[in-house]
């Protein structure tokens, strides 16, 4: 069956513009997790969700960085104001029960 | 959630069992261990997961020590296709728990 989808696939912004990041998941699945992963390091836990509530967001590493799942299924990773630090791929993954995380491809957001 | 301990690289000659060691001394009772593995511009992927026994699937064999302060993810016969980053991570098991994943361990599967 599909698996997690993630657009764009890649995302170049000017320092200072708004970037939206939008994650497809596994139909069914409740839970939906986003990670930042630097060059070199592994992924960096950002937020989570349970179907539309968004239940831990202590990962988010500025006010900058919000994130919304108004139905319980799509996702939207928004950061304002772009900085060059925000530059990473970002990861989203899915999950239907408390073991296995299912991720997408992820986006490459560059900050120039 | 417990901190876990990789070597940063290793190397495996293919068709070769590729044995990669975690260690995870301060892991608790109710915490998992996991594996994922990630390959270049991928996603992680899922490989097992284990509490105090011993797992097997059709990618893997995970050994945990009895105490369960460390333990061994075995591919048994590596093939190219798993030259890739393995992230051990240990995690209690519940909704809403994220991976800590950590810097892993980059293996490099040499023909």
């Known amino acids: 069956g599909a698996g997690v989808s993630q657009s764009p696939r890649y995302k170049v912004a000017k320092r200072g513009q708004d970037v939206a990041l939008r994650c497809d998941p596994i139909?069914?699945?409740?839970?939906l997790f986003w990670y930042q992963q630097a060059l070199g390091q592994g992924p960096e836990f950002l937020t989570y969700f349970q179907n539309e509530a968004q239940l831990d967001k202590s990962g988010l590493p500025s006010d900058r960085f919000f994130a919304e799942r108004p139905e319980g299924s799509v996702s939207t990773l928004k950061i304002q104001r772009t900085q060059q630090e925000d530059s990473a791929v970002y990861l989203c993954?899915?999950?239907?029960?408390?073991?296995?995380?299912?991720f997408g491809p992820g986006t490459r957001l560059t900050v120039t | 959630d417990a901190k876990t301990t990789q070597p940063p690289s290793m190397d495996c000659a293919e068709g070769r069992a590729a044995n990669l060691p975690c260690n995870h001394s301060?892991?608790?009772?109710?915490?998992?261990v996991y594996w994922y593995r990630q390959i270049h511009s991928q996603g992680p992927q899922y490989i097992i997961h284990g509490l105090k026994n011993n797992e097997t699937n059709e990618m893997a064999s995970l050994i945990i020590t009895e105490d369960r302060k460390s333990s061994t993810l075995i591919l048994p016969h590596a093939t190219l296709r798993d030259t890739a980053v393995y992230y051990c991570i240990v995690r209690v098991t519940n909704t809403g728990n994220q991976f800590y994943f950590g810097t892993g361990t980059s293996l490099t599967v040499i023909p």
């Open positions: 139909s069914g699945h409740v839970s």
């Open positions: 993954a899915s999950s239907r029960d408390s073991y296995e995380q299912y």
């Open positions: 301060t892991i608790s009772g109710n915490e998992y």
